[in-house]
């Protein structure tokens, strides 16, 4: 029960993030602690050649510098499949053709919404960097796409909307592109919850025979989950993306590997604050996987989980 003894963390001028982490891992920090062995529980992922990587992330973190992060993690073929929210693609999207702005989370909102801004927290949106680019952009693309087919999974219509950005000037910061490029899916169940699935329904309106066919996307999964050898899972705080990654891995008798973060509590049985052990007792994490629940904010835990990958 004694096996070793906590070390105090020794800061040096120019230490790299690896080294400080690594620290973590005798610290007995409590969270930090955690930060380390998620880092590790990433890396060995990383390092398995047979394990199939899931990647499930909603929407908020998209609206900021993190979403840079999940780019990178798409573009360098560090994740096989992604399942996310309708939002993703909104902010993703969005930022392609205008901007998002640093601001406060303390605004007078009242005054915000005369000025047309809108506040996630603390980033402010523009009306016109949201509902009304989003509308002339994505309404043009749906048309193109309707053009070509009737019929698409949510993953096929992504991937039809992230080849139409390749000649935009800010197409290599999109995750979409990116997902296109690599041929990453993003499957979206929730797919009418949010401005792109709004899009998609005004598009109906005129069109019909235009659909969406949500069961591709799980005959995908389904392919992808029965022929994984391994499976691992990054999960971005939880959801419908977190469920529906634990909910298909559950047919392979669950995951290898799991990082969690989330910032909800448990005590109210919610998903989103379960932590990984409850999914043990349901067959969607094997009793044996290399696991761990990091409590925390993705914005902060993200970019030095991925910096020790780097590094």
């Known amino acids: 029960m004694l096996g070793k003894k906590v070390e105090n963390i020794s800061i040096k001028k120019g230490q790299s993030v690896k080294d400080l982490i690594d620290q973590f891992r005798l610290s007995g920090g409590f969270t930090s602690k955690k930060l380390a062995i998620a880092s590790e529980i990433f890396n060995e992922m990383q390092a398995e050649k047979d394990c ?31 399942i996310t929210t309708c ?15 640093a601001g406060d989370e303390k605004a007078d909102d009242a005054k915000l919404r005369e000025g047309k801004i809108n506040r996630l927290y603390n980033i402010f949106i523009p009306d016109e960097s949201y509902g009304f680019i989003l509308e002339e952009k ?6 193109n796409a309707a053009s070509v087919k009737k019929e698409y999974s949510t993953s096929e219509l992504i991937a039809f909307v992230g080849e139409s950005l390749k000649d935009e000037k800010s197409a290599e910061d999109s995750i979409t592109y990116w997902a296109w490029k690599n041929k990453i899916p993003i499957v979206v169940p929730g797919i009418t919850d949010g401005s792109f699935g709004s899009q998609i329904w005004m598009h109906t309106q005129t069109d019909s025979n235009f659909k969406i066919n949500l069961f591709s996307d799980e005959n995908l999964l389904s392919d992808i989950v029965f022929k994984a050898k391994k499976s691992g899972a990054l999960m971005l705080g939880g959801g419908i ?9 559950q047919f392979r008798k669950g995951l290898d590997y799991a990082v969690y973060i ?5 005590w109210d049985g919610s998903l989103s604050g379960a932590r990984l052990e409850e999914a043990i007792s349901w067959g969607k994490i094997k009793p044996k996987a290399k696991q761990i629940t990091v409590e925390g904010d993705v914005t ?10 780097l590094n």
Do not use: E
């Open 262 to 266: 989330t910032t909800a509590v448990d």
């Open 138 to 143: 994505v309404g043009a693309i749906l048309k």
């Open 300 to 309: 902060v835990l993200l970019p030095l989980i991925y910096s020790y990958y």
């Open 52 to 82: 199939v990587k899931f990647l499930s992330f909603p929407a908020d973190i998209i609206s900021t510098g993190a979403r840079g992060v999940i780019k990178d993690l798409v573009k360098n073929k560090l994740v096989d499949v992604i």
């Open 87 to 101: 939002g993703m693609l909104d902010h993703d999207l969005a930022r392609v053709w205008k901007d998002y702005y």
């Open 241 to 249: 993306s977190k469920h529906h990654t634990i909910w298909w891995n």
